[in-house]
C-alpha cells in the first residue's frame, strides 16, 4: 500500500528465513533483541543494520522504554517509534559500532493488534505531525511489516489516501 511518499509492504511469512532476501544496505531491522540475534545468525549481513530498541542491561541505552509489542495494550505509537528509531539511530553518537547509513526501509514483525487498520493510521498520523517532517520528507520511506498468523492484517479497505499495490 502506498501513501504519499510512504511505501507500506505486508509479507506473510518468517523474518529469519526472508532475511537474506530483504537484505538492502538502505534497511534496518526493527525488532526485539532475541530476534535480532537470531537474524543475524541467519544472515551476518545485518549485523550493524539493527535498530536498538530494548537492552538487556540496564546500564545500556534503551531507546523505547517499557514498550509491550502487540495486544490491546500495545504501546500505541510503536510504528511510528519503529520508524523514527531506525532512521535517526545510525548517526547516534550513542551507537559507535553502527556503521551510519540512510535508512530508508525499516523491517519489524506484526505488532499492536495486528490490524490493518491501526497499522495505516498509524503511519497517517506519523506523516501529518509537523515534528516528523525533518526526516520523512524527501526520499521514499518503506515499512515492511512480517506476519506469521494469517488471521493479521486481513481487513480489505484501505483508508482514505492509500492507494492498494498488486505488486511489491
Request: net charge negative; proline share 4%.
Amino acid at each position: 500500500m502506498k501513501h504519499n511518499n510512504f511505501k507500506l509492504t505486508l509479507i506473510h511469512g518468517d523474518i529469519i528465513q526472508l532475511a537474506p532476501s530483504l537484505y538492502s544496505n538502505e534497511a534496518a531491522i526493527a525488532v526485539r533483541n532475541n530476534l535480532q540475534q537470531r537474524i543475524i545468525s541467519r544472515c551476518s549481513w545485518w549485523k550493524g543494520q539493527t535498530t536498538v530498541l530494548q537492552s538487556g542491561k540496564l546500564w545500556d541505552y534503551t531507546q523505547i522504554k517499557g514498550v509491550i509489542w502487540s495486544g490491546d495494550n500495545s504501546t500505541p505509537n510503536l510504528t511510528e517509534l519503529l520508524i523514527k528509531q531506525s532512521i535517526k539511530q545510525p548517526y547516534m553518537d550513542l551507537f559507535p559500532k553502527m556503521k551510519p547509513f540512510k535508512c530508508r526501509k525499516i523491517i519489524t514483525i506484526s505488532h499492536g493488534n495486528a490490524s490493518l487498520r491501526q497499522l495505516m493510521e498509524s503511519c497517517q498520523e506519523m506523516f501529518e505531525n509537523e515534528e516528523n517532517s525533518d526526516f520523512l520528507f524527501g526520499e521514499p520511506i518503506e515499512l515492511i511489516v512480517i506476519y506469521k498468523d494469517l488471521d493479521d492484517y486481513q481487513e480489505f479497505e484501505v483508508g482514505v489516501g492509500w492507494e492498494k499495490l498488486d505488486k511489491i
